[in-house]
């Protein structure tokens, strides 16, 4: 009976192998540049292992993403709850809230942040990057508002787009403390959007 979760552990830090070794080849050389061969020499696994856990190099680039995503997920779900726990309820500054962490997270790990937006990726990378931020706009924007008031289409689409653009200009400052002030201010011009009335 040991055996098996021995060769599950196994199987589980070589997946975590490839995965730290290829964010640290794509962030070196880029996802363009990188080759399987650089990947599997710096996790110290073999290319039937990497073929074994992943389909090739693009889906190496997506459990990479993925896994940010949850993490910042994760960041998002927890700067809600403190919020919320300290009295907040008003469903725009949890927004807000949940969009200003969205960007800390981005700028903590702005070497992995800027290798999903800077545009060297897989092909149809970058739809599925805009498809993630709107659904996770999406679900933000839904679970704030009230049970009976609909999610406004246009202030969706602009809430996406800002954090878009946000993104890739936050991880591009060389000042932490710079990157950190322009996400401060993007949350402020985000805080002032209101809904168009309806006639």
């Not at 602009?158 to 993007?186: I, K, N, P, Q």
Request: hydrophobic share 40%; aromatic share 8%.
């Amino acid at each position: 009976m040991e055996k098996p979760a021995r060769v599950s552990n196994r199987g589980a830090a070589t997946r975590s192998a490839l995965l730290a070794a290829a964010s640290e080849v794509f962030r070196t050389v880029g996802f363009a540049k990188a080759g399987v061969s650089e990947v599997v020499a710096q996790a110290n696994a073999s290319v039937g292992s990497l073929y074994h856990h992943f389909g090739g190099k693009a889906d190496l680039f997506m459990a990479l993403y993925e896994e940010f995503q949850q993490r910042q997920q994760n960041r998002t779900h927890q700067a809600v709850t403190r919020a919320r726990a300290g009295g907040e309820t008003d469903p725009t500054r949890l927004m807000n809230t949940a969009a200003r962490a969205y960007l800390e997270g981005c700028i903590e790990e702005r070497e992995s942040t800027w290798l999903f937006f800077s545009g060297d990726s897989p092909p149809g990378f970058d739809s599925t990057m805009r498809d993630r931020l709107r659904e996770w706009t999406d679900r933000n924007v839904a679970l704030y508002r009230k049970a009976d008031e609909p999610v406004d289409e246009a202030l969706l689409m602009v809430v996406s787009g800002a954090m878009l653009l946000a993104v890739t200009e936050v991880v591009r400052r060389d000042d932490v403390s710079d990157a950190r002030r322009l996400a401060d201010d993007v949350i402020a011009v985000l805080a002032r959007l209101e809904p168009p009335r309806s006639e």
